[in-house]
């Protein structure tokens, strides 16, 4: 029986047997797998390049190779987020802290820690991938990160997810934080606390994160930017935001782009124009705007070099995408094969896009964008908000969500997710707002709405917006060439919609005249402002009279 000290979890472990593990790689000198609880295992792979870690992953039977260059790997039965099944453990740190409910739903320290006990017992049979990373660009907020994996391929997800450390800095590295990711571990939910057999569980005290039970390579991203989203405003004073944010190349203005999955964060962030700081997760701290990623996680349904020519060249060798199918005869990619889902991914490090700033730091953005796929067609595709509107606005966070981004969603469905974000905040809703007025109103920023969704119609009858309508809008707002074009206030949501834009047919800016049709435009419009309405009910003690003011009327002649 050897007896070993977990300094991290402060837990004593017993074990059966100590046998010499065969290691491999670059492991730093302190802090071994003792450290993070692992004391044996079969292999341990440490830091490895990305070279080695695609020939691992071949080898393993993982993936296939594309002609592109880039893995091509299937994330099995999940080929989205369970946002059912994401956990926190309640405990004296958590209790008082975080808003509990159905998004953040409390497991108990017990659970945990038999979830934990046999997660590590499961890895003394596994090869092991283990990876030390960063998350954050900006050195003094930065969280140091170890993940260990069963799957190469998923340490090679982390690798151009994360940002990656020079590698003599890989030698003293001593992880804050530590992330196990099992897909082959199942939990069982009469005797672990679980709802089915796929978890992710997040322990802030001990400072874990346990995934297990699914493959789905986005929980590891989006466990550690639900971290984050409880460190940084709860200790630190930093506003985090589930945001993409990029800078002009000439009057480096930085803009940040907040939206629910499918909205177009990534998509409308890679800007031939503008240099990228990051496509989802930002902290806003009072002098800067930093990424907390060092990579993309981008969607490649239909994908074409016509329409996203950044996102289809950074497809190439170290990058990886998933649940994707590749011409059998050629092995290139088929981004118009949903066989799989239509919820398929590319996993590129941000150095495969030419236009970046390193590091991932810009000044306080000019020019907020909130992106909404609104599939009622009844939000118009660009709008100026008050700094009050924008407020309810961001506690609202309405999309429709898109089929594929999440387990089980397969046509477009309303939503209303705070802070354009709800499932990764810890939280209280509000706590993240009260942080972006103020930064708002301090920094007198402007705050556009944009619709990427539907026009014409609601979804089944009209379209969704042209893309390149949508950049030329988004170019037109952060060039100030819609200081002096003029604005009328829509009747029912009082947001100010310009009358001309420069390279965007008129008629399109406004809703009611695509629709055609005066009577069913505002049939829907009301319904949609009444479900405002509904939703905010739960936050209207919370707001004060201004924010009220953002509330969306009903048009009383259309009832
Ligand atoms: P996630 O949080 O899941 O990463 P996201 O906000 O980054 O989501 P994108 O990956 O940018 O969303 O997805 C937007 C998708 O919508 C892309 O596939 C894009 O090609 C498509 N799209 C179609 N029309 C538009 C439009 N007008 N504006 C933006 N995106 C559009
Ligand atoms: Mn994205």
Not at 31 to 41: K, P, R, V
Not at 163 to 173: A, M, N
């Amino acid at each position: 029986m050897v007896k070993v000290n977990c300094a991290q979890t402060q837990t004593t472990l017993t074990t059966k047997k100590c046998i010499q593990m065969i290691e491999n790689g670059l492991k730093p000198r302190k802090n071994d797998l003792a450290f993070s609880g692992i004391n044996i295992c079969k292999e341990v792979y440490w830091n490895l390049t990305p070279a080695e870690l695609i020939e691992q992953a071949i080898l393993n039977g993982e993936g296939k190779l594309t002609e592109s260059g880039a893995l091509m790997c299937d994330t099995g039965k999940f080929t989205g987020r369970s946002p059912k099944d994401r956990f926190i453990v309640n405990d004296t740190k958590t209790k008082d802290t975080v808003w509990w409910g159905d998004i953040n739903i409390p497991i108990s320290e017990d659970h945990f820690d038999r979830v934990y006990n046999k997660m590590i017992q499961h890895n003394e049979n596994q090869k092991i991938y283990v990876r030390d990373a960063y998350a954050g660009a900006d050195k003094t907020h930065r969280l140091n990160l170890r993940v260990i994996n069963t799957l190469a391929w998923h340490n090679l997800f982390c690798h151009n997810m994360f940002l990656r450390p020079e590698r003599y800095k890989l030698e003293g590295f001593e992880p804050d934080f530590t992330i196990i990711c099992c897909p082959e571990f199942e939990s069982d939910p009469k005797t672990d606390g679980t709802r089915q057999s796929n978890f992710a569980i997040i322990n802030l005290t001990k400072r874990i994160i346990l995934i297990g039970g699914t493959a789905y390579a986005g929980e590891m991203k989006k466990g550690v930017f639900s971290v984050l989203n409880f460190i940084l405003p709860h200790e630190k004073g930093v506003l985090s935001m589930h945001c993409s944010a990029n800078i002009g190349v000439e009057k480096h203005d930085s803009a940040i782009f907040f939206g629910l999955s499918g909205t177009g964060k990534t998509t409308l962030s890679a800007d031939p124009n503008r240099q990228l700081i990051g496509d989802d997760e930002h902290g806003w701290t009072e002098n800067n705007i930093f990424n907390f990623e060092g990579g993309c996680y981008a969607k490649v349904i239909d994908l074409t070099r016509e329409k996203e020519p950044e996102i289809f060249d950074a497809i190439r060798f170290g990058a990886i995408v998933e649940n994707t199918r590749f011409h059998p005869d050629t092995h290139s990619i088929d981004y118009e094969n949903v066989s799989v889902t239509e919820n398929t991914r590319t996993a590129y490090p941000l150095h495969h896009i030419a236009n970046v700033v390193s590091p991932s730091v810009g000044g306080i953005p000019k020019n907020i964008f909130f992106l909404t796929c609104d599939a009622y067609g009844v939000i118009p595709p660009i709008s100026k908000l008050t700094q009050e509107q924008a407020m309810y606005h961001f506690i609202s966070g309405y999309t429709a969500k898109v089929a594929g981004t999440e387990a089980g969603i397969t046509v477009p469905q309303t939503v209303f997710s705070a802070c354009f974000g709800a499932p990764f905040f810890p939280l209280h809703p509000t706590v993240y707002a009260e942080m972006l007025g103020e930064k708002m109103s301090m920094h007198n920023t402007n705050v556009w709405l944009i619709n990427t969704g539907w026009t014409g119609g609601p979804y089944g009858i009209g379209t969704r917006i042209k893309l390149k309508y949508t950049r030329a809008m988004i170019t037109a707002a952060l060039n100030d060439s819609l200081l002096n074009v003029g604005f009328r206030q829509h009747s029912i949501f009082g947001i100010s919609i310009p009358m001309t834009c420069p390279n965007v047919p008129s008629e399109l800016l406004s809703p009611r005249e695509t629709w055609k049709n005066d009577i069913g435009y505002y049939q829907k419009a009301n319904d949609l402002a009444r479900q405002f309405i509904e939703n905010f009910k739960k936050y209207r003690e919370y707001a004060n009279d201004k924010i009220m003011s953002g509330e969306p009327k009903e048009n009383l002649k259309y009832m």
